[in-house]
């Protein structure tokens, strides 16, 4: 079985070695298919379930944008709802091209991508990566003003802090070399959102080993993959095993958007994420 270290990472993320479980390929099929050697013993089934994009969600709770919140409230897909407002397009209209591109931007923001790493990623030109930027900032003002005032309170305290005030140190800022204190400014505005979505994850956990414990002592937890959980259950309570996971995810902490988990159930790994 794997080891989890809990203090390597400066976010609080778990980091796993030998082996990094952590670190199973999932970008291609081909490397998703490694996830089949993963089986449970005979007669037990495997029941996954990660978070959906929890840390766009953290950002919409932390930035109080009402553009990310009724995003989220609705319930609507929103990499093409930034899409459709980003190009100013209809929601039916958007390509999937477009989509695409606005998904890089969202998940980009948060961790304080610069025009010059995003035109990079979309193997586009820096004016029109920063063009994109520049409308997104437009449509959700809410996120630039978190993440202005994030960096801001780095600065005065010499730390940046998650949602359950955890605090990771920002020595960063007092670095005489101007790339570093520039790394500082991304850290100070992604550390609060990687590292909330680490304490709930953590939080989440031990809400499920508890009622696995109380209601099916012989389930497993058997991997945590940042965002994901691995649960090892005997068939007959594969259900319950299910219904437990998602309840105890969805409700690690209260914010302003719900979170939401997929579930999933399979004879291997592949199957079941």
Request: aromatic residues 10%; charged residues 30%.
């Amino acid at each position: 079985h794997t080891i989890y270290h809990q203090t390597i990472t400066a976010t609080g993320r778990l980091s796993s070695a030998e082996p990094n479980l952590q670190n199973i390929p999932m970008r291609t099929e081909q490397g998703r298919l490694i996830r089949k050697v993963f089986v449970p013993q005979g007669g037990w089934i495997f029941v996954d379930a990660d978070y959906s994009q929890i840390e766009l969600r953290i950002l919409a709770h932390m930035s109080d944008d009402a553009g990310l919140m009724e995003a989220y409230e609705e319930g609507r897909d929103i990499h093409r709802m930034t899409a459709a407002r980003v190009f100013h397009k209809s929601f039916e209209d958007v390509t999937p091209d477009e989509r695409r591109n606005a998904k890089a931007v969202n998940f980009g923001i948060v961790y304080g991508i610069s025009s010059f790493g995003l035109s990079n990623d979309l193997r586009i030109s820096r004016e029109e990566a920063k063009s994109y930027m520049d409308k997104y900032f437009a449509t959700y003002p809410g996120v630039k003003e978190y993440q202005e005032k994030a960096v801001k309170e780095a600065k005065e305290n010499g730390y940046a802090s998650t949602l359950f005030h955890r605090r990771r140190p920002m020595p960063e800022f007092g670095s005489s070399n101007f790339m570093q204190r520039k790394f500082g400014e991304r850290v100070a505005m992604n550390a609060p959102i990687q590292g909330s979505a680490a304490d709930i994850m953590k939080i989440a956990m031990i809400r499920v080993f508890k009622r696995l414990k109380r209601e099916l002592p012989d389930a497993r937890m058997c991997l945590q993959i940042h965002d994901e959980l691995l649960l090892e259950v005997p068939e007959k309570d594969r259900e319950r095993a299910g219904e437990i996971l998602s309840y105890e995810m969805e409700h690690a902490a209260k914010l302003k958007v719900r979170l939401e988990v997929d579930c999933h159930e399979g004879t291997d790994w592949y199957e079941a994420k």
